[in-house]
């Protein structure tokens, strides 16, 4: 375990909170993994009015609102599920630290560790123009930067200055594969829904791992 998640992730730190019909629905440790609660934080798990369990924590030292993670049945039946993403922002002072990048790894390692669930899925938002500022908009190019994945949108696969290294590109990930990919997509990406394969043989994770051997992430004991 790296030193960044030595100081900010411990399991014994986080409180939870379980509405009564979820008691034994996986030990608090697991739930903490899989919201990816930072120490210091109160974990909320419980029913919402969509039919999914919620995974909400509070930290108002290190978050300007709610992290919010929701887990909903999958669409092609039986015991699978997909965790959905939402809401994660930082205040300002803790941004840079790696921090949220650690907390969606130890999301990703449980929820492929407790086996029934394929995927994680997220709306990831922002554009070239919502780079900067209190409210930057960013998560189109760091969860396609995690792994997350999705087509090309197919006018980009048209558009006059993608690399000639690119022309080939089917999905997100191929075209984080190269430097040039990278930058075609920080200047001409866009909000996308994306999703990460937990089942392997997997793209996700292949690309997640050379992602966090090259930042030195090490969330598993």
């Known amino acids: 375990m790296d030193e960044v998640t030595k100081k900010w992730f411990d399991v014994s730190m986080v409180r939870v909170t379980r509405a009564p019909e979820l008691h034994g629905w996986y030990s608090d440790e697991e739930l903490i993994r899989l919201s990816g609660a930072p120490k210091g934080s109160h974990l909320d798990v419980m029913p919402n009015s969509d039919g999914q369990i919620e995974l909400r924590v509070t930290n108002q030292d290190l978050l300007c609102e709610p992290l919010v993670r929701r887990v909903s049945q999958a669409i092609d039946g039986g015991y699978v599920f997909e965790i959905e993403n939402a809401a994660f922002v930082l205040r300002s002072e803790f941004r840079r630290q790696g921090i949220g990048m650690r907390s969606v790894a130890i999301e990703l390692h449980e929820a492929k560790r407790l086996a029934h669930f394929t995927k994680v899925v997220v709306s990831a938002v922002g554009d070239s123009s919502s780079m900067s500022g209190p409210m930057a908009m960013v998560g189109y190019y760091v969860w396609a930067s995690l792994g997350f994945n999705a087509p090309v949108p197919a006018d980009l696969l048209s558009h006059p ?61």
């Open 161 to 221: 200055a993608l690399p000639d290294c690119c022309r080939h590109c089917v999905d997100i990930i191929d075209l984080m594969y190269t430097h040039a990919g990278q930058e075609f997509w920080l200047s001409f990406g866009r909000s996308i829904h994306l999703e990460f394969q937990l089942k392997g043989p997997s793209r996700s994770w292949d690309h997640f791992h050379r992602y966090a051997k090259k930042r030195s992430i090490e969330v598993t004991p």
